[in-house]
Nanobody, 122 residues
Framework: QVQLVESGGGLVQAGGSLRLSCAASGRTFSSYTLGWFRQTPGKEREFVAT????????YYSDSVKGRFTISRDNAKNTVYLQMNKLSPEDTGVYFC???????????????WGQGTQVTVSS
């Protein structure tokens, strides 16, 4: 069992940056791949980024590639999402999730956090 708690969301102007954190409980953190997803109003939850167990492999959606960076610190049981060059289209609730494969499919991710709101003003 893994419990995930996101933090770091907030209000930022377009072009700005935010760093999200997701802290996990449990001693098996390093055995999971981790992903970030987001849900914008009126849309289904979508994949943002994922990272392998050791952090050596990452994969991004086309919409965030080059602007967002996912990383993890297994010693701190934490995964991060550095978001740069934010636009109003990035507004939404951001979720972290733990799974077994480095894939974009939500079906892979067994454990989910409650989400943190990110709002980007124009």
């Amino acid at each position: 069992q893994v419990q995930l708690v996101e933090s770091g969301g907030g209000l930022v102007q377009a072009g700005g940056s935010l760093r999200l954190s997701c802290a996990a409980s449990g001693r098996t953190f390093s055995s999971y791949t981790l992903g970030w997803f987001r849900q914008t109003p009126g849309k289904e939850r979508e994949f943002v980024a994922t990272i392998s167990r050791t952090g050596g492999y990452t994969y991004y959606s086309d919409s965030v590639k080059g602007r967002f960076t996912i990383s993890r610190d297994n010693a701190k049981n934490t995964v991060y999402l550095q978001m740069n060059k934010l636009s109003p289209e990035d507004t939404g609730v951001y979720f972290c999730a733990a799974g077994t494969l480095v894939v974009s499919s939500q079906n892979n991710y067994r454990f989910w956090g409650q989400g943190t709101q990110v709002t980007v003003s124009s």
